[in-house]
């Protein structure tokens, strides 16, 4: 809380063109920056829920993509690829 000292050089500043704040000490200071950190942290923290949503999102997303590899893997081309450069490999001479 500011003394009356305090309050009037704050207004006398305000009123002479300069800032408000320029008056206030470094406890005031520090007051207001930790009320802006709490409603910074309160506005921020309010994810209830989200963690959830991600995790269903994520792992529909890796089954989407397990299914696409699945069926691309399985598919007669690239069996044939596959099967193709691995006999490649097997018989390669050195």
């Known amino acids: ?7 009037s050089v ?3 500043s305000a009123s002479s063109g ?3 704040d320029a008056g206030m000490t ?3 200071m520090r007051a207001r920056f ?3 950190w709490t409603r910074l942290r ?18 529909l997303a890796a089954c989407a993509l397990a299914v696409v590899l699945y069926k691309l893997v399985t598919s007669p081309a ?8 691995l006999e490649r490999a097997l018989h390669a001479q050195v």
């Open 10 to 12: 704050a207004m006398s």
């Open 34 to 36: 930790r009320r802006w």
């Open 78 to 85: 690239v069996k044939a690829m596959l099967q193709s450069l």
């Open 26 to 28: 470094s406890t005031g």
């Open 18 to 20: 300069g800032t408000a």
């Open 42 to 59: 309160r506005a921020t923290a309010d994810d209830r829920g989200m963690a959830t949503a991600e995790y269903a999102m994520v792992t």
């Open 1 to 7: 809380m500011a003394t009356a000292g305090e309050t």
